[in-house]
């Protein structure tokens, strides 16, 4: 001990000497080291207690029952929708189905448990990393609605389990139900339907599957697949033979692809993500979900299943944060491969550095800003309205509008489509492409 603690002095010394301190008398050389000494500790103890800081900085620390929430959107509004291809004019192929899109967590908290749907910050993330990467996917596929709606913080989603934050996540279910019945009364017109959630916009379209489309046969019918990404949720209400079950093939219809994905190298995160996971009662409300088996989908394989997929399987990861909203990313195939263990997928590391979490502190609770199953998971959605449609390729979507037309009134002649169409070339062509509609 006694040779250590010589061995510590003569270090200090050296350093002491390095730094010009042997110049001072030896009370200030004394009051340098041990204000240095102070100053390191106090590094030690921020390090340790970092997450703690943060967290309590994005606590409201206001019971959400006497919280003032932010306006309701208004979705007759355009400033309503992130993505709203009627309402925002945007003059894009439309694809042979809807996509109603519930964006992921955007919104970090503070003052608030919800977003505001105007709050600048969590817009600009969604704009540019989370709509590029989570909903473009699904560009080619058909027209994409996205509502924005009073988000639950990022706080409330991910490091609370108290009843406030309960309440703030049932209230963004509210604004994204609304959103829906909107859809559905306005924009839908009877056209086939996906319905995709990511993170916490997946929990969400997890009670919207079993609530509105499960309940509604003919909803069920018109929904060509669903999509919830990056979410625990129960397995047992997507059982065989449940109104809109699992899907076990890769070329199935009406059926959900779900998935919570975690880094194969943290094996502690999977027992993390199901101590805190809540899914939705039949009364709707939050419980743990405890010993409840999660949903797990592979997107590399398209069937519910435990078997490996190895990364010659992954068509394509991208990074589409920052480009223009439609634009097609880089492709980079082969980057991870995927496994089905215990309810969770468990996800190599990507092999590209552009595939890499990136931001602030409270970015790395968020989903990342790239999607590794990007290819997968556009291909995955065509294949499945191709089998909605009962054709083997991908049905033609009508083509783009260039410009707008001014139509004048005249009479109206009602008429099934099918009779009214001139020509048994017509006929032939509506039946074998779009006979279902």
């Known amino acids: 001990m006694r040779e250590v603690w010589e061995g510590f002095k003569d270090r200090l010394q050296w350093l002491s000497g390095r730094a010009g301190l042997a110049r001072l008398s030896r009370r200030k050389r004394w009051a340098v080291m041990i204000s240095v000494a102070f100053l390191g500790v106090l590094g030690v103890a921020l390090i340790a ?74 817009q600009r993330q969604l704009e540019k990393v989370m709509l590029p990467n989570y909903a473009g996917p699904f560009v080619r596929v058909g027209r994409i609605f996205a509502p924005r709606y009073r988000q ?30 909107f859809y559905m009364a306005h924009y839908n017109l009877g056209r086939p339907f996906i319905l995709v959630g990511v993170e916490q916009g997946a929990v969400i379209a997890d009670r919207l599957l079993r609530e509105q489309v499960g309940r509604n046969p003919g909803l069920a019918q018109k929904m060509a697949a669903a999509y919830l990404v990056d979410a625990v949720v129960a397995a047992r209400t997507y059982r065989a033979g449940a109104p809109i079950p699992a899907c076990v093939d890769k070329g199935q219809a009406r059926c959900v692809v779900g998935w919570m994905g975690v880094d194969e190298a943290d094996p502690n995160r999977a027992r993390q993500l199901f101590n805190r996971a809540l899914v939705w009662t039949a009364e709707g409300t939050l419980v743990n979900l405890e010993d409840a088996p999660p949903l797990c989908v592979n997107p590399l394989l398209g069937v519910q299943s435990d078997a490996s997929a190895p990364a010659r399987l992954n068509l394509g990861a991208a990074n589409a944060s920052e480009l223009e909203w439609g634009a097609r990313p880089a492709f980079m195939p082969r980057q991870v491969a995927a496994q089905c263990v215990g309810g969770v997928l468990r996800i190599s590391r990507p092999r590209s550095n552009s595939l890499r979490r990136a931001g602030n502190w409270p970015d790395k609770f968020k989903a990342p800003p790239y ?52 020509s048994t070339r017509q006929r032939s062509h509506w039946r074998n492409g779009f006979g279902s509609l």
């Not at 291909?379 to 001014?406: C, L």
């Not at 008429?415 to 001139?422: A, E, F, G």
Request: aromatic share 12%.
């Open 49 to 122: 207690t970092w997450d703690d800081i943060m967290r309590t900085g994005l606590d409201p620390k206001e019971p959400f029952q006497t919280y003032a929430k932010p306006k309701a959107p208004d979705y007759s509004q355009a400033s309503s929708w992130a993505l709203n291809p009627v309402a925002q004019n945007q003059h894009m192929q439309t694809g042979p189905v809807d996509v109603f899109f519930i964006h992921p967590t955007t919104f970090n908290g503070g003052r608030d448990w919800n977003g505001p749907i105007d709050d600048v910050s969590s």
């Open 152 to 181: 639950a913080s990022l706080y409330a989603e991910e490091m609370t389990l108290r009843e406030d934050a309960r309440d703030a996540r049932a209230l963004a279910y509210v604004d994204v139900l609304a959103a829906f019945r």
């Open 371 to 422: 999607n590794a199953f990007f290819a997968d998971i556009e291909a995955d959605a065509m294949r499945r309205v191709a089998t909605y449609y009962g054709r083997r390729d991908f049905p033609p979507g009508a083509p783009p509008i260039e410009q707008s037309v001014t139509v004048q009134a005249a009479p109206v002649q009602y008429c099934r489509l099918i009779d009214c169409l001139d």
